[in-house]
Nanobody, 119 residues
Framework: QVQLVESGGGLVQAGGSARLSCVAS????????MGWYRQAPGNQRELVAL???????NYADSVKGRFSISRDNTKTTVYLQMSSLKPEDTAVYYC?????????????WGQGTQVTVSS
């Protein structure tokens, strides 16, 4: 199994920056894709950014050009660098990982970290 621990976030002023980190432990050699999602009050959880095992990235239109997803060389930590933050970026941000075990693909979520952008 894979466990995820997120950190970063907090209260940020509009126009500011923040970086989220997510450390995976356990069967980290079987991780396929890592990503970040967010959920604002009253809204559904939505994709923010993904990075594949090959390094390809995908972003929500709302964050393109402002957010950047990356991984460390061990591919066990994923980062979300957020810049030019807007109040509408306020949400709980969740790390999400796909991994393979015994020929099956599993999906796991982190506990979430709050990002609040003040205007």
């Amino acid at each position: 199994q894979v466990q995820l621990v997120e950190s970063g976030g907090g209260l940020v002023q509009a126009g500011g920056s923040a970086r989220l980190s997510c450390v995976a432990s356990g069967r980290v050699f079987s991780i396929n894709r890592m990503g970040w999602y967010r959920q604002a009050p009253g809204n559904q959880r939505e994709l923010v950014a993904l990075i594949t095992s090959g390094g390809a990235t995908n972003y929500a239109d709302s964050v393109k050009g402002r957010f950047s997803i990356s991984r460390d060389n061990t591919k066990t930590t994923v980062y979300l660098q957020m810049s030019s933050l807007k109040p509408e970026d306020t949400a709980v941000y969740y790390c999400n990982v796909d991994y393979t075990m015994s020929l099956r693909v599993y999906n796991v979520w982190g506990q979430g970290t709050q990002v609040t952008v003040s205007s």
